[in-house]
């Protein structure tokens, strides 16, 4: 059993908490209906995911026996069969299928659909094309937190269309960035023959500077100061620190070549987003 969880990469789930961002930063997740059309959701692109994987995972086995991790993976390894993973991912499918038309809506399916075409065209050929390839991983993760938006009915707004897009992308980047580090070359991923080790921590740069420019921006409209209060920009501390704890483990460590891995173990960084969460909690929901 532990084999086809690891095909399905269920740790790897931890991404689609993206999809509760919506609810969470409207104050709506106190009320019953929308935490469960979230959860909802949460599942739906999780099972959207594990099919992806698997995509991927098959697409790439000869690639994964070269790599010095991923051929441990199931069917690198050959512990999963060719066939099996097509009936996994069968299944898979049929599920996600029936409940798209029993518990989604037509907006959300067009989503979830649209994450399942892009990155089939990724596995395909998109992530062999530097710049491309960090693009459209950052676009996943805007997907997840549309889909949250789109299955609860709560209105997107562009700043957190922005802030998500340019956090994304500095993890992808960070990741890249890890990969050539440790050593991964144009046979496993052939982007990485348009990356260096300069263009790299130079677009950790920019993309971190961008970011938090946006943030304060957002921090400083008047909507935002309405809805979250005059105490709402004090939350740039936690931004600040998390934005440098993760250059730091990029730059300084060289351990961001998985940043799912870092969110599980890196306890200063789950400190800092648990002291971010309980700030805003305390401005949505304790005013």
């Not at 677009?203 to 938090?212: D, E, I, K, P």
Request: overall charge positive; charged content about 15%; aromatic content about 14%.
């Amino acid at each position: 059993m532990k084999k086809y969880i690891d095909l399905m990469r269920v740790k790897q789930w931890v991404k689609n908490v993206f999809v509760f961002i919506p609810v969470f930063f409207s104050g709506q997740i106190v009320h019953e209906a929308s935490i469960v059309q979230s959860i909802v959701g949460f599942f739906l692109f999780s099972l959207a995911a594990s099919c992806v994987y698997i995509i991927n995972d098959y697409n790439d086995i000869e690639k994964d026996r070269l790599h010095p991790q991923k051929k441990h993976r199931p069917l690198a390894s050959g512990a999963i069969s060719k066939s099996e993973a097509l009936v996994l991912l069968a299944i898979l499918l049929t599920i996600l299928a029936v409940c798209l038309f029993v518990f989604s809506n037509l907006k959300t399916n067009l989503l979830i659909g649209a994450y399942l075409l892009l990155n089939v065209a990724y596995s395909m050929f998109l992530k062999n094309l530097a710049l491309v390839d960090v693009m459209v991983v950052s676009l996943g993760f805007l997907l997840r937190v549309l889909v949250g938006g789109y299955i609860t009915g709560i209105l997107i707004s562009s700043w957190t269309v922005i802030l998500t897009l340019f956090l994304a992308l500095l993890m992808a980047l960070g990741k890249r960035r890890g990969e050539f580090v440790h050593g991964e070359s144009g046979l496993t991923r052939k982007a990485l023959k348009g990356y260096n080790l300069q263009f790299l921590d130079v677009s950790l740069g920019m993309v971190s500077g961008v970011f938090l420019v946006c943030y304060l921006m957002f921090c400083m409209q008047p909507s935002s100061m309405e809805r979250y209060g005059g105490y709402m920009h004090y939350s740039i501390i936690f931004v600040v620190l998390g934005i440098l704890r993760y250059l730091q483990q990029a730059i300084v460590f060289n351990k961001v070549e998985s940043p799912t891995k870092m969110v599980y173990k890196d306890r200063f960084l789950q400190v800092i987003l648990l002291c971010f969460g309980l700030y805003f909690f305390l401005l949505i929901y304790c005013r």
